[in-house]
């Protein structure tokens, strides 16, 4: 029995569940010589906004135990740009290609950015991300409930306002940095999202003891790779309870047996992201992973596997 590794998100009927998250696959030519792209489930752009971004000044990444800490800011050509530059080569590769935005300013930026999209035939889904915390300026931390996916009611404008000038697949990317993450999810879901992607990076930081000062300028950064992938898991289990629309896992996913352990939680699809720095083709392994573990377990197809977990 050949197991059955396709999925549905929305509109988009995917080969296999297994993604590239956001900002860690530039816009996919990066990766070309080490892995079969076309392959993957999916491809979900670097995040773009309406004008291009220098993003913030370095030192923008660091190590730390178990995983990283980044502060990009963003970085992007912008739309214009990405449409003559970019979206060439993604519509070469094939495979459903998913297109982050994310807005600097207010909601008319998502709407604008998704009412562009929307008349591209090639982009299969629109991200939304309202969770990256590196936009911001100055040198201190956002304040609680600045981000849209802090607070419930502006996660439910945005996404009503974009969802009322897209018909493509729509995905909303939650943040870790909140109380309950089931709230903002339900926000979501009510505005009209078809799937929700948890999660985005926690906030974090780290020092250098010689010199006292921080090991990124912007001091506070978002933190991923396995150190996350514990609360990520919680999450992606908490919000399997309470939404009735496919989640997409991510958050320190390296191998087979940590993307499976999001399947049992409840995830109908993972993202990979960090792993990619460390092994390019982390996503290809993962693929023929889920196939071997299904055809030992005889179990016909993924589907099965999401939300099983035994308690």
Not at 17 to 38: H, I, N, R
Not at 181 to 195: F, K, M, N, Y
Not at 212 to 237: E, Q
Request: one cysteine or more.
């Amino acid at each position: 029995m050949k197991p059955n590794l396709k999925v549905k998100i929305g509109k988009m009927e995917l080969q296999n569940p297994v993604m590239v998250a956001s900002g860690t696959f530039g816009y996919a030519e990066e990766f070309k010589d080490f892995v079969d792209l076309k392959k993957l489930g999916v491809i979900v752009t670097k995040t773009i906004t309406l004008k291009p971004r220098q993003g913030n000044p370095p030192p923008r990444t660091c190590e730390t135990p178990a995983g990283m800490l980044n502060s990009i800011g963003l970085e992007n050509p912008g739309m214009e740009k990405f449409i003559q530059e970019k979206l060439p080569f993604l519509k070469k590769t094939g495979v459903p290609i998913i297109v982050s935005i994310a807005s600097e300013s207010d909601t008319d930026e998502f709407i604008t950015l998704a009412r562009r999209l929307d008349a591209i035939k090639e982009v299969s889904a629109i991200e939304l991300n309202i969770s990256c915390p590196n936009i911001h300026e100055g040198r201190r931390a956002r304040d609680e409930g600045r981000l849209v996916s802090q607070n419930p009611q502006a996660t439910y404008e945005v996404v009503k306002a974009v969802r009322n000038v897209t018909r493509k697949t729509l995905i909303t990317k939650l943040s870790p940095n909140v109380t309950d993450i089931t709230e903002i999810a339900l926000a979501a879901e009510r505005a009209g999202t078809d799937a929700v992607a948890l999660i985005n990076t926690l906030m974090g930081m780290s020092i250098n003891v010689k010199t006292r000062k921080p090991k990124i300028a912007m001091v506070t950064a978002g933190l991923s790779g396995p150190a996350i992938r514990p609360v990520a898991m919680r999450m992606v289990w908490e919000v399997y309870q309470k939404v009735k629309i496919p989640i997409i896992g991510m958050g320190g996913i390296m191998d087979t047996e940590s993307a499976l352990e999001f399947f049992l939680a409840g995830a109908s699809a993972i993202s990979v992201g960090t792993a990619n720095f460390i092994n390019p083709k982390t996503t290809i392994d993962i693929i023929a992973g889920l196939k071997k573990y299904l055809e030992k377990h005889k179990i016909s197809g993924i589907k099965a596997l999401v939300g099983s977990l035994i308690i």
